[in-house]
């Protein structure tokens, strides 16, 4: 069984322009979330998904970050228009039950100069 | 707010030697607890987990944790390590909500360095 995988691996944009995010969940599971880990940081949530609908996105730095779930399968992150600070390590979890163990993905790392 | 202490940035342990990475954790109720490792180039893998029921639990890789209500801590413990070990770890708890999900909330992870 395919796991979690996002894509790009790597992606590094200069500020103001904009990055796309793609996040593909284990088969059958219903919430996806996103996480992200600046440097030196711990990680943290951004936010959730059930199938669909936006559960929680209470983690979301600002408005220049979107977050979809087309048909509540894959998920993309789009941050519109990139600042320096947004650069990181962005993880992608999916779980089949809300209070399940969250099973992460290689993550993308975004840098913006 | 729940939160997570991991106070060992970084590890030194020889080849064979026993290890025990420290997690302690501030949550009001009883909390769902988790032990991440991230190899180099790699994504987070899930090593164990702890919901209810044994408080020592066993997980992939060799790997155990013990969780300890009255020291609020939830150390990781490997017998004798491999060189393979060498990776970034991180202590999670999880949090259930009325609404029935669980988002986590990560220590700043512990650098496990194996020397030969």
């Known amino acids: 069984e395919a796991g979690v995988t996002q894509f790009p691996s790597h992606s590094v944009i200069e500020k103001g322009q904009t990055v796309t995010l793609r996040c593909d969940p284990i088969?059958?599971?219903?919430?996806l979330y996103w996480y992200r880990r600046v440097m030196g940081k711990e990680i943290k949530f951004l936010l959730h998904f059930v199938k669909e609908s936006k559960q929680d996105e209470s983690g979301m730095p600002n408005n220049r970050f979107l977050a979809e779930r087309t048909g509540g399968t894959y998920s993309t992150l789009k941050v519109q228009p990139a600042e320096l600070e947004d650069s990181g390590v962005y993880f992608c979890?999916?779980?089949?039950?809300?209070?399940?163990?969250?099973?992460f993905g290689a993550g993308t790392r975004l840098s913006v100069l | 707010a729940q939160s997570v202490t991991q106070p060992d940035i970084h590890i030194t342990v020889s080849e064979g030697a026993s290890l025990e990475l420290r997690c302690n954790y501030s949550?009001?109720?009883?909390?769902?607890l988790f032990w991440y490792v991230q190899s180099p180039g790699q994504g987070l893998q899930l090593l164990l987990k702890y919901f209810s029921g044994d408080t020592l639990v066993q997980g992939i890789k060799g790997f155990e944790a013990e969780f300890k209500r009255s020291q609020s801590s939830f150390n990781l413990r490997k017998p004798s390590v491999h060189w393979s070990d060498a990776a970034e770890y991180f202590c999670a708890v999880g949090s259930l909500m009325n609404s029935g999900y669980s988002t986590l909330t990560f220590g700043k992870g512990t650098m496990l360095l194996v020397s030969p």
């Open positions: 949550y009001g109720a009883t909390p769902y």
């Open positions: 088969s059958g599971h219903d919430n």
């Open positions: 979890a999916s779980s089949q039950d809300l209070a399940g163990a969250q099973y």
